[in-house]
């Protein structure tokens, strides 16, 4: 994958997770913020990844979307974005969005990722995207530059699920 394609990937990413979170925005300000960069820490991204995370830059307002890039020492990329939304249906919404234009993002069929949140799929491909709905959020786990991302990127989500409420 070249530089300019991972760019334009999370470029559309970033993008499409703005355009569903506009909405979100006034109905939520009411209900605190969110900081992905907290949900998972450099350390605890570095720990899972098994290298040093060297820049964690922050993204979103925290109300409609949070995001946080973690950028290693090898030059890999995470991309963490978490979404709430009004309520567990709205989310339901977002995944299922999400899932439908999955195979168009990726160029693979999304496989189902039992045992992680409310429902869950991997997105392999071009994307190697982990999504996951939990109650009223969204999460997505989109690994960048990695060898065999699917399994960090679930222990990722992992740690991220159990700071949600």
């Not at 234009?101 to 392999?124: I, N, Q, Y």
């Amino acid at each position: 994958m070249t530089t300019t394609s991972l760019f334009r990937i999370l470029r559309t990413f970033m993008l499409v997770a703005l355009l569903v979170g506009l909405p979100l925005a006034g109905s939520l300000a009411a209900q605190g913020k969110i900081d992905a960069s907290r949900l998972l820490t450099k350390e605890e991204a570095g720990e899972i990844l098994g290298t040093t995370i060297l820049v964690v830059k922050t993204g979103g307002d925290g109300v409609g979307y949070s995001s946080a890039t973690y950028v290693t020492s090898d030059g890999s990329t995470i991309v963490v974005l978490v979404q709430p939304s009004r309520d567990a249906a709205a989310a339901q919404a977002v995944f299922d969005k999400n899932k439908g234009t999955s195979k168009s993002t990726s160029g693979v069929d999304p496989e189902p990722v039992a045992g992680l949140g409310d429902r869950a799929f991997w997105a392999g491909g071009r994307a190697n995207t982990l999504a996951v709905v939990k109650g009223r959020y969204w999460l997505s786990v989109a690994m960048f530059l990695i060898d065999s991302p699917k399994e960090p990127a679930r222990k990722l989500a992992a740690k991220v699920l159990e700071r949600l409420s």
